[in-house]
């Protein structure tokens, strides 16, 4: 009965979806107030029922209702409460409904904040309708997460023991957030077009904002869990699943100080539509690799042609109808004042111009192996080193740029001025190369240069913040984010340049070194879990003959899926990382043991929470200001202003 | 021309130029670092020359896995109709097992032997690579709905 109830919610959600889309483009036009109240009311109906069938299909797994085959495919009684809500999106069908749920969430938003025009909500929200009844009308017809089981077994399939895992049960949202999110920001997008009305960056630029910083906390999060469940020790593969998650946090990135410039100068309006289509399309591409089944990963549940069929054709749509739009439109868009080779503009054109290279590079290096496949069967990987070649030298010559960017006048700057206040950053890098060069070893000029640039990064943004004192959030929110930069930088050349390593296999009582530790391998014993079993190695950390502390990385076997897993051990001092994972049993009470020592890895992940805490400070001095109602953004206003 | 235009196209050679040379980069770092595929029967067949980094797929060999000193792993990859020796130092897999499906990544030595520096992970029992599964079908050892 439950299930019926969340497939009829889906069907009205459909169907107010398409009532939101005409209506909504119907209000676009100047008489159309009726309609405009309609697509308002119809987005809040929207959100209503598609939480709704949400809430139905967690109450599902909850109580473990195994008449609803994906629950059934998917669930354990066994496993703990917050693993059973996470499974509702630990599978294709689940993971599809929280991906619609977003995406009304920002439809809601859109109608309930109002803002920009009226018409040009009204057709954002048109464009939010069509996306959420094409999304809808893939659930419904491909993958119906409320299909029946008849009759019910007595025991669910269980979930991949590598998703049950307090990182990634929060990491699918929190990416969500940020892929739907940018679809706010192309709804905006289309709708500048359609109406003409060029003070659209200025009302999608919270849903922007909103959307950078949950793709940043989302990749963190995955990178950390990548580190501490795979075992391996790495935080980033360079696996086409996190590119897929990177391009569009890239091109959000880029959108985010592309837009700053539209709203306030006019500069590179076309540009900045260009990029919100850009951004959203390719958080459709992501979805498309990681969930079609072209890729095999942890990440990849359907494996259904159709599906993968359907959401090409979803792709080819909504980006072709885009780039159609923008074609038709864009050159009747009166474009921005002119500005010096030297001006802030410039600067944000620099920065676009590295983000979107830096994109390209991920870009072509994720999709060439899989056009290679689709050609002619050649089966080649992309690795690391392609990265490392390409990516890595872009993005750093974007880092070396970043600071120059806040100090830059509009319209017109002046470099020596803004060198001269840089000349303690210069100093701070020297400090940092030097301080690389004469206390850690082995020497390297990649470690030894990356410092120095995270000591650029970080510097100029204390300078910005002593410098600005009583000025505007945004002024903050840029030096913190810049500033996470440096951090992260940091943590990645830290851990790359002096990782040490160990892998042995020890008898109990043996003792093994690792950079500056000594460990004792007291032996394993056999634990037992809510839904596992689990070897659980004891080793002692020692300090001069005395065991001062017990790590306890585990081997764990999950019978209800038939798999394994590792879970490793980490102790951190908040600069460097003890890790051990537990290797495979070698006979006789003998395992092999891994151990890493990550100087600077928690910086990774800490320089991530400060670039979102930027994005937070910034969203926050937005939503805190009233909107200039009568008052468009006119360039002149914003400069004086400045 | 007008300064405007003037500027216009400084701008647009500057793009083109920045978009060429990106172009370069990824076309030079793509020639440089791609790794192929290869299931043992292209091993034999001498498709890979010896120090070339490249992945090795196939099933290991039932009762070929022999540990040696410290971390030391000896197996064999076979995918029915050649069988290559491989070394790896390190800590396998969860579910590295004998008869199962396995991808690694290394090169071959002057020996003749694949010497690993990567042995990677499945995920779950079902899963078989699907590298794996091609090369299978390929030495005509698959069979559909086999496990």
Same mark, same amino acid.
Not at chain 1, 26 to 37: E, V
Not at chain 2, 10 to 15: G, I, K, N, T, W
């Given at each position: 009965?439950?299930?019926?109830?969340?497939?009829?919610?889906?069907?009205?959600?459909?169907?107010?979806?398409?009532?939101?889309? !005409?209506?909504?483009?119907?209000?676009?036009?100047?008489?159309?107030?009726? /309609?405009?109240?309609?697509?308002?009311?119809?987005?809040?109906?929207?959100?209503?029922? !598609?939480?709704?069938?949400?809430?139905?299909?967690?109450?599902?797994?909850?109580? =473990?209702?195994?008449?609803?085959?994906?629950?059934?495919?998917?669930?354990?009684? &066994?496993?703990? %409460? !917050?693993?059973?809500?996470?499974?509702?999106?630990?599978?294709?069908?689940?993971?599809?409904?929280?991906?619609?749920?977003?995406?009304?969430?920002?439809?809601?938003?859109?109608?309930?904040?109002?803002?920009?025009?009226?018409?040009?909500?009204?057709?954002?929200?048109?464009?939010?309708? %069509?996306?959420?009844? /094409?999304?809808?009308?893939?659930?419904?017809?491909?993958?119906?997460?409320?299909?029946?089981?008849?009759?019910?077994?007595?025991?669910?399939?269980?979930?991949?023991?590598?998703?049950?895992?307090?990182?990634? /049960?929060?990491? $699918?949202?929190?990416?969500?957030?940020?892929?739907?999110? %940018?679809?706010?920001?192309?709804?905006?997008?289309?709708?500048?077009?359609?109406?003409?009305?060029?003070?659209?960056?200025?009302?999608?630029?919270?849903?922007?904002?909103?959307?950078?910083?949950?793709?940043?906390?989302?990749?963190?999060?995955?990178?950390?869990?990548?580190?501490? !469940? @795979?075992?391996?020790?790495?935080?980033?593969?360079?696996? $086409?699943?996190?590119?897929?998650?990177?391009?569009?946090?890239?091109?959000?990135?880029?959108?985010?100080?592309?837009?700053?410039?539209?709203?306030?100068?006019?500069?590179?309006?076309?540009?900045? *539509?260009? *990029?919100?289509?850009?951004?959203?399309?390719?958080?459709?591409?992501?979805?498309?690799?990681?969930? =079609?089944?072209?890729?095999?990963?942890?990440?990849?549940?359907?494996?259904d042609p159709t599906r993968g069929f359907f959401i090409m054709v979803l792709i080819a749509l909504a980006i072709g109808g885009a780039l159609a739009l923008f074609a038709w439109r864009a050159p009747s868009l009166q474009g921005g004042a002119a500005f010096a080779p030297v001006s802030r503009e410039s600067a944000l054109l620099l920065n676009n111009v590295f983000l979107v290279a830096s994109c390209a590079c991920v870009f072509v290096g994720t999709l060439y192996p899989l056009v290679l496949d689709a050609l002619d069967g050649t089966k080649i990987s992309v690795g690391p080193p392609y990265y490392a070649l390409t990516f890595a030298p872009i993005f750093f010559a974007l880092l070396l740029l970043v600071p120059f960017g806040p100090r830059l006048g509009w319209k017109r700057g002046d470099l020596k001025a803004a060198w001269r206040s840089l000349y303690p950053a210069l100093g701070v890098a020297a400090v940092a190369a030097l301080v690389v060069l004469a206390i850690v070893s082995p020497r390297g000029l990649a470690a030894t240069g990356a410092f120095a640039v995270a000591g650029w990064l970080i510097g100029a943004s204390l300078i910005d913040v002593r410098k600005r004192q009583g000025a505007r959030a945004s002024a903050f929110a840029a030096a913190l984010a810049h500033a996470g930069l440096g951090i992260t930088l940091m943590g990645v050349a830290g851990t790359t340049a002096w990782r040490s390593e160990a892998l042995t296999v020890l008898a109990p009582g043996q003792t093994m070194t690792v950079g500056p530790y000594t460990l004792r391998f007291d032996g394993?014993?056999?634990?037992?879990?809510?839904?596992?079993?689990?070897?659980?190695?004891?080793?002692? @950390?020692?300090?001069?003959?005395?065991?001062?502390?017990?790590?306890?990385?585990?081997?764990?076997?999950? $019978?209800?899926?038939?798999?394994?897993?590792?879970?490793?051990?980490?102790?951190?001092?908040?600069?460097?990382?003890?890790?051990?994972?537990?290797?495979?049993?070698?006979?006789?009470?003998?395992?092999?043991?891994?151990?890493?020592? =990550? $100087?600077?890895?928690?910086?990774?992940?800490?320089?991530? %929470?400060?670039?979102? &805490?930027?994005?937070? *400070? =910034?969203?926050?001095?937005?939503?805190?200001?009233?909107?200039?109602?009568?008052?468009?953004?006119?360039?002149?206003?914003? *400069?004086? /202003?400045? | 021309?007008?300064?405007?235009?003037?500027?216009?196209?400084?701008?647009?050679?500057?793009?083109?130029?920045?978009?060429?040379?990106?172009?370069?980069?990824?076309?030079?770092?793509?020639?440089?670092?791609?790794?192929?595929?290869? +299931?043992?029967? #292209?091993?034999?067949?001498?498709?890979?020359?010896?120090?070339?980094?490249?992945?090795?797929?196939?099933?290991?060999?039932?009762? +070929?896995?022999?540990?040696?000193?410290?971390?030391?792993?000896?197996?064999?990859?076979?995918?029915?109709?050649?069988?290559?020796?491989? #070394?790896?130092?390190?800590?396998?897999?969860?579910?590295?097992?004998?008869?199962?499906?396995?991808?690694?990544?290394?090169?071959?030595?002057?020996?003749?032997?694949?010497?690993?520096?990567?042995?990677?992970?499945?995920?779950?029992?079902?899963?078989?690579?699907?590298?794996?599964?091609?090369?299978?079908?390929? +030495?005509?050892?698959?069979?559909?709905?086999?496990?």
């Open positions: 009965m439950i299930g019926e109830l969340g497939q009829l919610s889906l069907c009205f959600a459909l169907a107010l979806a398409l009532v939101m889309a !005409v209506s909504g483009l119907m209000g676009a036009q100047a008489a159309g107030s009726i /309609a405009r109240k309609v697509a308002t009311s119809s987005a809040m109906g929207l959100l209503v029922f !598609v939480a709704l069938a949400f809430g139905v299909l967690t109450y599902a797994f909850v109580v =473990s209702d195994f008449s609803v085959l994906l629950v059934a495919d998917h669930s354990h009684t &066994l496993k703990p %409460l !917050v693993y059973k809500i996470s499974g509702v999106w630990g599978n294709h069908e689940g993971s599809m409904l929280l991906w619609v749920l977003v995406l009304s969430l920002y439809a809601a938003m859109v109608a309930g904040l109002q803002r920009g025009g009226a018409r040009l909500t009204s057709a954002a929200l048109g464009v939010q309708g %069509l996306l959420a009844a /094409a999304f809808l009308l893939f659930i419904l017809l491909t993958s119906n997460p409320f299909l029946r089981l008849d009759p019910a077994p007595f025991e669910g399939g269980g979930l991949n023991p590598l998703l049950q895992d307090p990182g990634l /049960a929060m990491h $699918p949202p929190m990416l969500y957030a940020g892929y739907v999110g %940018l679809s706010a920001a192309f709804s905006y997008a289309a709708a500048a077009l359609l109406v003409g009305e060029a003070g659209w960056t200025r009302a999608a630029r919270p849903f922007m904002l909103i959307a950078w910083i949950a793709l940043t906390c989302g990749i963190a999060l995955g990178s950390w869990w990548a580190y501490y !469940v @795979l075992g391996w020790g790495g935080f980033w593969g360079w696996d $086409p699943v996190e590119n897929a998650s990177l391009m569009p946090w890239l091109i959000a990135t880029a959108l985010l100080h592309s837009a700053l410039a539209t709203e306030k100068s006019g500069a590179f309006s076309t540009w900045t *539509l260009l *990029l919100a289509i850009a951004g959203f399309s390719l958080s459709l591409i992501g979805t498309f690799l990681v969930r =079609s089944g072209v890729l095999t990963s942890v990440h990849t549940f359907a494996s394993v014993t056999r634990e037992k879990g809510p839904n596992y079993v689990a070897d659980r190695a004891h080793i002692a @950390l020692m300090n001069d003959d005395r065991a001062q502390t017990m790590l306890l990385p585990e081997h764990r076997f999950y $019978p209800a899926e038939g798999q394994d897993m590792n879970d490793t051990a980490i102790r951190t001092t908040g600069l460097r990382d003890l890790y051990l994972a537990l290797g495979d049993d070698r006979g006789g009470g003998r395992y092999a043991l891994r151990a890493y020592v =990550s $100087p600077l890895a928690p910086l990774i992940w800490l320089g991530g %929470l400060v670039m979102a &805490l930027g994005g937070f *400070l =910034s969203l926050w001095g937005r939503l805190r200001v009233k909107e200039p109602e009568a008052q468009p953004a006119a360039p002149a206003v914003a *400069l004086a /202003a400045e | 021309m007008t300064p405007k235009k003037k500027r216009r196209l400084a701008f647009a050679a500057a793009l083109l130029a920045a978009g060429a040379a990106v172009a370069g980069v990824i076309v030079y770092g793509l020639g440089q670092n791609t790794m192929y595929f290869r +299931s043992p029967s #292209d091993v034999a067949a001498k498709q890979v020359s010896e120090g070339v980094a490249f992945r090795l797929g196939g099933l290991v060999e039932k009762g +070929s896995v022999q540990h040696g000193a410290d971390a030391q792993v000896h197996f064999r990859v076979t995918d029915g109709k050649s069988t290559i020796p491989a #070394d790896f130092n390190g800590v396998l897999p969860a579910l590295f097992r004998e008869g199962q499906g396995v991808v690694a990544t290394g090169r071959m030595d002057a020996r003749g032997t694949f010497v690993a520096n990567e042995v990677l992970a499945k995920h779950d029992e079902k899963y078989m690579p699907p590298e794996v599964v091609d090369a299978l079908k390929r +030495s005509g050892r698959w069979q559909e709905g086999a496990k």
